[in-house]
């Protein structure tokens, strides 16, 4: 599940989607005024990391929770539907419920955010999670599961938002590109624990260990939120907010605590008030301006980019994981949904890696090609099934297949789409344009998760030969449309995507 979102769509925030995209990306992409000496700055922000560590790791907790949330549905299909007597309509609006509540959460996670602040926007945010998951552990019948569903898409809808925000306003910039990839790492270890977890448990012993992430007590003992809950008591709000909202004394008493006592922060400080006012100098953007001749190639491309991304099957695939492969007729699905767990850390690791080594554009289209050949394979297994060919076979064309097809994923088209997306719009329009292909994403999410039983009911083969025909798709579009953005300027950018 690779979800961003950004600030607030009406009073066009442009800062919050540039920060928010950084996670996926180690390379530095900030507007700072007057940065001529950047050497000297950097020496000055690593006078103390302690607490930048701290704070960094308070907040990535609501990561983990995300991705606990995402993960939950996929090992736990046959067994809530067993319980429950759920029909295939229930559970398919249970797992996908959870991004309607998410959109909610995109659109007024920038003004919560913006009102009570960062650290302010994660209590609420933990406090919806709790309540979701309790509601899902007591849950009778679908109504009460699709309550908790929706409430903890709600919270993590903020959470997705707020927490690479946080990390992105108070690290140093010299420690900026690898402490915000932490988020999209964490977001993925949450999911893969989610699968591991709930291959050993019942689905409401996982939905308990959903809520410990928030009271403390997973993995052995961790206590990721209950250091996001008291550990918020400790750390100090982000500065750039502070100073966003007018008050001086707490915005230098942050800066100064983050960046160590003995550190000189004047010219930060400066910086970060000269970067607010130039900012709300720029007319605001309305949803009109994106029609404009000089922005909608852009817009074209972000919206585009999201489509294939979703359309490839990812929420459908990643949400239905367990079903798929017991569908495939494996001995074990755990044993499949463990590998895919499993496989989905390092990848992503590697995918951060590559992004500024290999460029946009070929990593996208080489992860496109593998997530063809992933549903290729998976589609061949149950197609040889329907026709009872190669039995022995089918099992392990549809775990291959589907772990390709993850791998593929997680290296390129997970995350690609969102770094090219905060570099193709000028920032003027980043809000605005952000928020409507963050919509989009979001839309596409709930209709392939929403709709993937149907199609497997359907046709098994058919619905991964939809998904690879999708993938074919995404390779000719960015070969064709799709412009390098790698080391180029923002100017350079908008005359390639122009010309």
Known sequence: MTIRLQGDVEQGEVYGLEDLEKPLIFEEKVVVINDNHETDQDQESTGSIGMVLLCTFVAVCGSFEFGSCVGYSAPTQSAIRGDLNLS??????FGSILTIGAMFGAITSGRIADFIGRKGAMRVSACFCITGWLAVFFSTGPSSLDVGRILTGYGIGVFSYVVPIFIAEIAPKNLRGGLTTLNQLMIVTGSSTAFLIGSAITWRGLALTGLKVIFGNILQGLVPCVFLLVGLCFVPESPRWLAKVGHEKEFRDALQKLRGKDADVTREAAE????LETLQALPKAKLLNLLESKYIRSVIIGVALMVFQQFGGINGVGFYASETFASAGLSSAKIGTIAYACIQIPITMLGAILM?????????????????LGCFLAGTS???KGHGLLLEWVPILAVAGVLIYVSAFSIGMGAVPWVIMSEI????IKGIAGSLVVLV???????VSFTFNFLMDWSSSGTFFVYSGFSVLTVLYVAKFVPETKGKTLEEIQKSINS
């Open 356 to 372: 500024d080594k290999s460029g946009r554009r070929p990593l996208m289209m080489i992860s496109a090609t593998g997530t063809f």
């Open 382 to 384: 149950f197609f040889l």
């Open 425 to 428: 719009f000028p920032i003027n």
């Open 441 to 447: 994403n979001w839309l596409g999410a709930w209709v």
């Open 88 to 93: 295939i309509a229930e559970y398919s609006m």
């Open 272 to 275: 970060i008030q000269v970067y």
